[in-house]
Nanobody, 126 residues
Framework: QVQLVESGGGLVQAGGSLRLSCAASGRTFSNSAMGWFRQAPGKDREFVAALSWSGGSTNYADSVKGRFTISRDNAKNTVYLQMNSLKPEDTAVYYC???????????????????WGQGTQVTVSS
């Protein structure tokens, strides 16, 4: 059973930065696709970014492109989301997700992923 644990959330002023981490259990972390999603009160779960080790493919939501960067450290079984130039509309609970297997790309739809973390709160004040 894969377990994902997010950390790094908090309160930050607009224009600031945060780095989220997602630590994964297991010994096959590299053989997986990883994604970040977020959900604000009253809104649906929203795709943020995804990374597939196979081919090094990345996907970003238009709303975060150029500001957020997804990366992974296979030696630490950890995926990161570096968030720069944060805006109040980035406020949400952020979740990491994974799907086992070797893929050329990681899709944006949440239903494609089969493991989820508990989430970490990110609040951006103006």
């Amino acid at each position: 059973q894969v377990q994902l644990v997010e950390s790094g959330g908090g309160l930050v002023q607009a224009g600031g930065s945060l780095r989220l981490s997602c630590a994964a259990s297991g010994r096959t972390f590299s053989n997986s696709a990883m994604g970040w999603f977020r959900q604000a009160p009253g809104k649906d779960r929203e795709f943020v970014a995804a990374l597939s080790w196979s081919g090094g493919s990345t996907n970003y939501a238009d709303s975060v492109k150029g500001r957020f960067t997804i990366s992974r450290d296979n030696a630490k079984n950890t995926v990161y989301l570096q968030m720069n130039s944060l805006k109040p509309e980035d406020t949400a609970v952020y979740y990491c997700a994974s799907r086992n297997g070797v893929f050329a790309s990681a899709p944006m739809r949440p239903s494609w992923y089969d493991h989820w973390g508990q989430g970490t709160q990110v609040t951006v004040s103006s």
